[in-house]
Structure formats: C-alpha cells, structure tokens
C-alpha cells in the first residue's frame, strides 16, 4: 500500500470531488444579518469637501454650500445602503452551491459582477460626484457622477 501524502484525508466516504460532484462542504457558515435590519457603521469617507484653504473662505460661507452639504450626506446615506446591499448579495452568491456547467459560470459571473460594483463603490466614495450644474429656470441643480445614482424612493441624487 503506498502511503497517502495527506495523513487525515480518508479515501472513502469523505467528499465527492470528481467531475460529476460539486466538491463542496456539508457545514455551510450563517450569513450575517441583512443590512435593512442591521445597518452597518457609515464606511464612507466622510471628509469636508469644502475644507478650502484661508484665502478661499469665502467660498465656504455656510449660506452657499448648505444645500451641497445636505446632498453629499444624502449620496452618503445612498452609497452605504448600496455597499451594505451589495456586499450581502455577494456573501449570498459565495455561499451557493457552485453547481456544474452553465449554472457555475453564471454564478462566477455574478460574482464578479457584484465584487466589481463593490469595487467603484468603495474607491471613489463621495467622490463619485464630480460637480453640479444649475440649469436655467431651475432652483434646484443638478449632481454630475462618475456613475448614476438614486435613492431608495427612486429619486435621482446624481447622474453620469
């Protein structure tokens, strides 16, 4: 009998790994709590965008830049709900079983989905926004992005 090169693995009865077995535990990790009962503590970055340097003070008169402040709280509020969403989505997608074929390859397409939002999302942060403009005859202006983006109500907070 020629010895094994893992000691602790047994031949038999252990777990299927062959082509036609998924090869996966039977002890499956609990998922943590959904992010819509369980808020997570605000990763964003939070820095002041308008944290200018004396000569530009005026600028930061809080008049002006009231209404920005509140909307970049708001795609902070927005950013966090989609990074806790998506970062559920993604531990729900790993704890699947792989499957075999065509049903394997949609789910690791969907991870790398998933992770390459995640991705963006923690890069650029508040910095996704890029500007704003205000359109004529309109009090309101409007938040330029990096990429789209709305609140849970459906209300656009930026666009690309």
Same mark, same amino acid.
């Given at each position: ?21 998924? $090869?996966?535990?039977? /002890? ?8 819509? *009962?369980?808020? %997570?503590? =605000? ?55 792989? $499957?075999?074929?065509? /049903? ?8 790398? *989905?998933?992770? %390459?939002? =995640? ?42």
């Amino acid at each position: 009998m020629i010895p094994l090169a893992f000691p602790g693995y047994v031949g038999g009865g252990g777990l299927p790994q062959g082509p036609d077995s998924e $090869g996966e535990s039977c /002890a499956r990790p609990l998922l943590p709590r959904h992010p819509s *009962r369980h808020r %997570s503590p =605000l990763t964003i970055t939070n820095t002041d965008a308008f944290n200018l340097p004396d000569r530009l003070s005026a600028k930061a008169h809080p008049a002006l830049i009231a209404r920005d402040r509140q909307q970049f709280a708001t795609i902070a509020d927005s950013l966090q709900q989609q990074i806790d969403d998506l970062t559920y989505r993604l531990t729900e997608l790993r704890l699947q079983a792989g $499957g075999s074929g065509q /049903a394997a390859m949609d789910r690791d397409i969907e991870i790398h *989905r998933v992770t %390459s939002q =995640l991705r963006v999302l923690r890069r650029y942060g508040l910095d996704l926004c890029l500007g704003r403009v205000v359109r004529e005859g309109e009090e309101q202006p409007l938040y330029i992005g990096r990429l789209g983006l709305t609140d849970d109500e459906g209300r656009q907070l930026m666009v690309d």
